[in-house]
Every structure is written in structure tokens, then in C-alpha cells.
């Protein structure tokens, strides 16, 4: 399947800093997720985007879909403890419906 | 409550001894997927079902079976477990009339294979 390049692959922030993490693709997609996961829970879909160059926020969350359609961006501002976990993109392609490729994950870890 | 859910959360077995990790959801979802997840490579799709008796192959489907006999349900089913099928397993599901890829996940099911 298509590869997805995720960085940093770990990031270790103090509470109250911003973090940026990024995706990249070597293939076009239509469709580009932010999800997290929390130890011992599966994934949580955090903000999704549908249009090359769009910008969404949720809460201290933004993300946006790359103007190429190959990468996309998530940063958080104003970290907090609660935010500890593993981030993760994922692309919607053209080939099947519903098909997602993951990401490896950028691994966040807050400190007071 | 709309949920995901997997049965059993944890299981350990030994090589060559069938198992089936069940996956069900309450929200109607057309779509199911079963993902197993391994250090440093994400999630990466085994098998995904657009409905009832509709099933593809994903990104890595060898040594593994589905079936989609009822709306709700997702089994996983492993005829012959190897040690390499040792994984963290998520079933995940979607209506047809939202975004596709808008997936919930269930909790996980985490698989050793001796």
C-alpha cells in the first residue's frame, strides 16, 4: 500500500507548549484524518478534512490538508497533560472506498 | 450508547489453534474493517466488509478469514496462528452516509501467538 511518512515519530513538551507533527505521502489523497489513541483504548478520530488547502480547528486542535493533496499538518497549542498519547494520520485515497492508510504514529508526552 | 466492541480484549494461544476475535456494533454501520497494529507501523488494514456478505482484502490479509453474515457483526477468524500474527488487533466501522473514513474503533484485542 501507499506509504505515509509521520514526524517526529516522539516528542516530549512541557505543559503549556505548542506541538506540530506532520504527514507526508509519496500519492495524492482525497481525504486526510488526525486520529489519537490513549493507552489501551483504540483510536479516536480528531479532526477530518475532505479539501486540499482546507484549515479546520477543534478546540486547541488545528490541522490542515496540504494545497498538494500529499501531506497534512496537526498542531496542538497550549499542551496539557490529557494530551499524552499517540497521534496518528491517515489518508483516504482513490483506489477504494472507505480504505485508510495509517500513519506510524508520533508519540506525545507531556510534563508539568 | 454507540459503541464498538471486541471480544476478548486479551488472548494468548499457541501456534496452529483456531481462534476467532469477535467484533460487533450497535450503530447500524454499513462498513467494517478489522486493523492489527505493530510497533512503529500504524495501522495497517487485514480485511474491510461494505456489507452483508460483501468482503475485500486489505493491506495484509494473509493467514487471516472475515465473514459478514449479519449487519452488526465482524468476526475475525485465524485458521492457523504463527507467531507473527502476535499484534494489537482494532475492529472499525462506518455509515455509508457519512464520510467512509470517518471510522470508529473498537477498544483492541491483544494477541499473542506462542
Known amino acids: 500500500g501507499q506509504q505515509l511518512n509521520q514526524s517526529p515519530q516522539s516528542m516530549f513538551i512541557q505543559e503549556g507548549e505548542d506541538v506540530s507533527m506532520n504527514c507526508t505521502s509519496s500519492s495524492i489523497f482525497n481525504t486526510w484524518l488526525w486520529y489519537k489513541q490513549d493507552p489501551g483504548e483504540g483510536p479516536v478520530l480528531l479532526i477530518a478534512l475532505y479539501k486540499a488547502g482546507e484549515l479546520t480547528s477543534n478546540g486547541r486542535l488545528t490541522a490542515q490538508f496540504g494545497i498538494t493533496r500529499k501531506d497534512s499538518f496537526l498542531n496542538i497549542s497550549a499542551s496539557i497533560p490529557s494530551d499524552v498519547g499517540i497521534y496518528f494520520c491517515a489518508g483516504g485515497g482513490t483506489d477504494s472506498w472507505g480504505k485508510l492508510q495509517f500513519g506510524a504514529g508520533t508519540q506525545v508526552v507531556v510534563t508539568p | 450508547e454507540a459503541q464498538v466492541t471486541q471480544n476478548p480484549r486479551y488472548l494468548i494461544t499457541v501456534t496452529g489453534k483456531k481462534l476467532t476475535v469477535t467484533c460487533s456494533q450497535n450503530?447500524?454501520?454499513?462498513?467494517m474493517s478489522w486493523y492489527r497494529q505493530d510497533p512503529g507501523l500504524g495501522l495497517r488494514q487485514i480485511y474491510y466488509s461494505m456489507n452483508v456478505e460483501v468482503t475485500d482484502k486489505g493491506d495484509v490479509p494473509e493467514g487471516y478469514k472475515v465473514s459478514r453474515k449479519e449487519k452488526r457483526n465482524f468476526p475475525l477468524i485465524l485458521e492457523s496462528p504463527s507467531p507473527n500474527q502476535t499484534s494489537l488487533y482494532f475492529c472499525a466501522s462506518s455509515h455509508k452516509d457519512t464520510p467512509s473514513y470517518e471510522q470508529y474503533f473498537g477498544p483492541g484485542t491483544r494477541l499473542t501467538v506462542t
Open positions: 450503530m447500524n454501520h454499513e462498513y
